[in-house]
């Protein structure tokens, strides 16, 4: 709705502005093959998987010589997509715990941060006039919606809600659990690298589970686990060394 209002500037409502590093280093990769943002000097300043998308979307919409603009339209929405779905995702997981989901799961998207804030935005912008009108009557950040900003936000909450529903659903693949867990696990981190330490608290949980257990079960699910988790990560660090 707010795309057939506002149309191709409907992006910059709600992308950051570092959004747009991505972009330039994501351009640069569809037409030279360079990761670079200048075009001369490399550079690994990004969280890689969404930065790898972003390329080859990129270097889709070349080929198919779409301009830049809708290419920015397609990421937000797939950037819509990615927080949707992962907030599907998370429900579910929670909802397959045994209990029925909390009313407050329903005003998740909108936040607690926001509807505090609501009250001081309207006051700013109708009547102040202080606030950035470029972001709309309603605030963004604080809500799901400050997720879909053209960054790894959205992705890396669609990894981690994946992950969530294959943890709460262990003991029914209990052989294919902590394989998948470890690669889901890796790829939470490499969706955004400081999510290593929300993949660092599976891992602990396994760990934990052959301290206590001290069973060979226990220790071959930490070793598979462990095994790829590190195999990604390390792969990552080698091309960036």
């Not at 506002?6 to 972009?23: C, I, K």
């Not at 950037?79 to 045994?98: D, E, H, R």
């Not at 029914?172 to 608290?201: T, Y």
Request: hydrophobic share 55%.
């Amino acid at each position: 709705m707010d795309i057939g209002i506002s149309g191709l500037d409907t992006p910059f409502r709600y992308f950051a502005a570092d959004s747009f590093y991505y972009f330039t280093v994501a351009r640069n990769m569809a037409e030279t093959g360079i990761v670079s943002f200048d075009q001369n000097y490399p550079t690994n300043g990004f969280h890689p998987i969404w930065q790898a998308f972003l390329a080859l979307q990129y270097k889709i919409f070349l080929l198919l010589g779409l301009s830049e603009p809708v290419y920015l339209i397609i990421v937000l929405l797939i950037s819509v997509f990615f927080v949707s779905l992962g907030i599907l995702l998370i429900g579910i997981a929670m909802s397959q715990c045994g209990r029925q989901l909390p009313s407050f799961f329903l005003v998740l998207p909108v936040g607690v941060y926001a509807l505090l804030l609501l009250p001081f935005w309207v006051y700013l912008i109708n009547i102040r006039g202080f606030a950035n009108r470029c972001g709309g009557p309603l605030p963004l950040f604080g809500t799901m919606w400050s997720f879909m900003n053209g960054m790894e936000s959205g992705l890396a909450l669609f990894v981690f809600g994946i992950l969530a529903l294959v943890f709460v659903l262990r003991k029914r693949i209990p052989m294919f659990s902590p394989p998948i867990m470890g690669f889901l696990a890796s790829m939470l981190a490499l969706s955004r690298l400081d999510h290593i330490f929300i993949s660092g608290s599976f891992f602990l949980f396994y760990l934990l589970a052959v301290v206590f257990h001290r069973t060979r079960k226990s220790l071959n699910e930490f070793l598979l686990f462990t095994t790829c988790l590190a195999i990604p990560l390390l792969i990552y660090m080698i091309i960036n060394y």
